[in-house]
């Protein structure tokens, strides 16, 4: 399980075993568990002001005389509150401040008010009432009107009335006008509220022309959030494409939610990505990277691969192609860079380290040595063993040396040590096991730095890391050697910067006077 | 017998005539009632009108009541439809009371600095990350509830908690990690 999985459960009640385990072994995602739950603790913690109990019987009065004076006059306040509207005149005030000429009204021969008028005067009277029954009744008289006159609505959309404004996107979205959701668009603005209504009854309308609204608006920094929460309210096969074509271009804490429906929605998701990968440029295909490793979109890796060649989104490309989960895709980033194969294997975690050491055995000499030199970033005892192998194969045997060379520790100087008889590389053996600093290989590495085999430079190089009081002492003995009498003098001048004869005497006297 | 059978039952018998199995209901939903239109609306008055309407409305629609979903789902649902009426008419979120007990009949608390913060900050979320956190966070209730109450999906109330939880960090900042270490 990975972190992406495990915090999906953040908002559920009760968690698998296995995010409980994930969680305690991952310090980010029980960070963000514990977040959330002090967060809903908080909340939770909020007081409300609890009614004393004698208000409950106040209470039940007041509702009861409600529904009395609702039974005794039910219908009536409707058409006395139209009356009184009509005969203050009030019909100008409530014109819709117009965004856009509306269709022409035809007037009736009658001297009764005109059709305008009647739908306007309904939807105030619409909009001030909460009773469904009434709702109902004037939603009948308004729509057919409505067909002709819902450009004026829209007008009433911009109300800072936020209830009229309501109204009116609940009577558009009843009348279903294809054209309206144009003229939706032209409503949205600063106001969060009002952009979230307005793109919820895009949404809610789901017209052809619903998603591409939805779309700009998801392109629009300050309207992301209520257009992806609109987005989920269309049917997924016509919503996800929205969010996958906008994906590029959301805001960090956008792409949080976005990823969250996709992945609930991942089949549409991948065949949307899949298509959106096609087409997209690089700077998009970086950005869309992630989200086609969490969706294990297994087609999108070539394009991946290409585009971790580009030194600029070389990074984004890894890290989706980690998020694919597939570890034989280290096997081609290899043959292209080390240290992009380097980044996939530390992001891609187990399952690519056991697939490098795989590959360090490789029959293709060029992969196998690239994958041991990586063996270097990943010791342990699994790499100690490959080594073993690797170091045994002609192909990889130099680049083993250095590599065990580059591991401390006792075991890398001992495979060391076995190889070096049968080795040519003597002096890369000597180096390499000086290197792994292991104190109790001083003997070793003294008996064979005055072997004729090891170049000077490697001896010295070595001895350098030895304390001096063992390795003078030794190097002198040496002088009294007859086969190592020549290369015991030219580390003991090299190391010591002395000019002194190759004479054991003259080096002990000097020794000496040193303390 | 659960509370929801005995919700059930009384609606059954409202429907063949007993006029008082709606005082019962009325009864058994009203604290609950005036709690969540207090958390939607933040005002002790509003909360009792718009609790009220609720009850008005249910008394209307439960002679065509059909049991498809429990009673408690489907009142909620009037009541959730009667605050969000009630909040579009207002220019503005509601202040916050912070000392409500200006009515006798309604006991006092008392807020923290940070909780009348995090009160504002919920109340200035938009309308149904508000509604989806406090049904999810303050009400308990699941995402196929609360995605039926607010007539969404599982998934959009899903997302709204998550946009919620995230303003509400966003907009509380350092208070939040200073009020919960």
């Known amino acids: 399980m990975n972190c992406e999985d495990a915090r999906r459960w953040i908002d559920e009640d009760g968690v698998p075993a296995e995010v409980a385990a994930h969680r305690a072994e991952c310090p980010e995602c029980d960070r963000a568990f514990r977040e959330a739950e002090r967060l809903d603790a908080a909340i939770r913690s909020l007081p409300v002001p609890e009614p004393r109990a004698a208000y409950w019987a106040g209470y039940d009065l007041r509702l009861r005389a409600r529904m009395e004076r609702r039974a005794g006059s039910s219908g009536r306040w409707i058409a006395a509150a139209a009356a009184i509207l009509i005969a203050a005149g009030l019909a100008a005030v409530l014109m819709p401040r117009e965004t856009a000429p509306p269709p022409p009204v035809r007037e009736t021969a009658a001297a009764g008010p005109t059709p305008l008028t009647r739908f306007m005067l309904t939807f105030a009277e619409y909009a001030r009432t909460d009773d469904a029954q009434a709702r109902a009744a004037l939603e009948a008289r308004l729509d057919p009107l409505g067909r002709e006159l819902w450009p004026h609505l829209i007008g009433k959309v911009n109300s800072a009335d936020r209830r009229v404004a309501g109204s009116a996107l609940d009577l558009l979205v009843r009348l279903r006008v294809r054209e309206s959701v144009a003229r939706l668009e032209s409503c949205l603005g600063e106001e969060a509220w009002r952009n979230e209504a307005v793109l ?181 005892s699994e790499t100690l063993r490959v080594l073993r192998a690797s170091v045994a194969r002609p192909a990889t045997h130099a680049v083993s040396i250095d590599v065990l060379g580059r591991i401390d520790g006792a075991e890398a100087a001992r495979i060391l040590v076995g190889i070096y008889a049968a080795s040519t590389r003597k002096s890369e053996i000597v180096t390499a096991v000086g290197r792994c600093g292991v104190p109790e290989m001083a003997p070793w590495l003294l008996r064979a730095a005055l072997e004729p085999q090891v170049s000077v430079d490697a001896a010295r190089e070595v001895l350098s890391s030895v304390p001096q009081r063992e390795v003078v002492p030794a190097l002198i003995a040496g002088l009294e050697r007859y086969d190592r009498r020549s290369r015991a003098h030219e580390i003991l001048r090299r190391l010591t910067e002395q000019n002194l004869p190759a004479s054991a005497a003259a080096w002990e006297r000097w020794w000496k006077k040193q303390g | 017998m659960t509370l929801e059978q005995g919700d059930e039952d009384l609606v059954r018998q409202y429907q063949s005539g007993n006029a008082r199995a709606f005082d019962a209901l009325v009864e058994r939903h009203r604290a609950f009632a005036y709690r969540l239109g207090r958390r939607l609306l933040g005002n002790h008055h509003t909360a009792e009108d718009a609790s009220q309407d609720a009850f008005l409305r249910a008394c209307t629609g439960l002679p065509n009541f059909r049991f498809e979903c429990p009673f408690r789902v489907w009142f909620t649902r009037i009541l959730v439809n009667v605050c969000r009426s009630r909040r579009r008419s207002m220019r503005r979120p509601p202040e916050i009371e912070a000392e409500p007990a200006a009515d006798p009949e309604v006991a006092p608390v008392e807020m923290t600095e940070f909780q009348k913060r995090l009160d504002a900050a919920i109340q200035r979320l938009p309308e149904k990350q508000r509604l989806t956190l406090i049904l999810r966070v303050q009400e308990n209730h699941d995402f196929s509830r609360i995605a039926e109450i607010l007539g969404t999906t599982d998934d959009a109330a899903r997302m709204n908690l998550s946009l919620a939880r995230k303003a509400l960090r966003e907009t509380l900042g350092p208070f939040l990690a200073e009020a919960m270490p």
Not at chain 1, 268 to 274: D, F, I, S, V, Y
Not at chain 1, 324 to 334: C, F
Request: glycine fraction near 4%.
């Open chain 1, 200 to 380: 919820s009854a895009v949404a809610r309308l789901d017209l052809p022309d619903s998603p591409g609204v939805l779309g700009r608006a998801l392109r629009h920094p300050e309207r992301q959030a209520q257009a992806l929460s609109a987005c989920s309210i269309l049917p997924p096969r016509r919503a996800v494409p929205v969010i996958v074509a906008a994906y590029a271009g959301l805001a960090p804490e956008s792409r949080a939610a976005a990823d969250a429906y996709l992945h609930a929605q991942a089949p549409l998701a991948r065949r949307a990505l899949a298509q959106q990968m096609d087409a997209a440029d690089n700077a998009t295909l970086a950005a869309l990277a992630p989200l086609a490793g969490d969706l294990r979109l297994r087609e999108a890796a070539p394009r991946l691969l290409r585009l971790a060649r580009s030194e600029e989104h070389s990074a984004a490309a890894i890290d989706g192609l980690a998020r694919l989960k597939d570890p034989l895709l280290l096997r081609p980033l290899l043959d292209q860079s080390t240290s992009n194969a380097l980044a996939f294997v530390q992001i891609a975690g187990q399952p690519a380290r056991l697939q490098l050491r795989r590959l360090a055995l490789d029959a293709d000499p060029r992969i196998a040595s690239a994958a041991v030199l990586m063996l270097a970033e990943f010791p342990g």
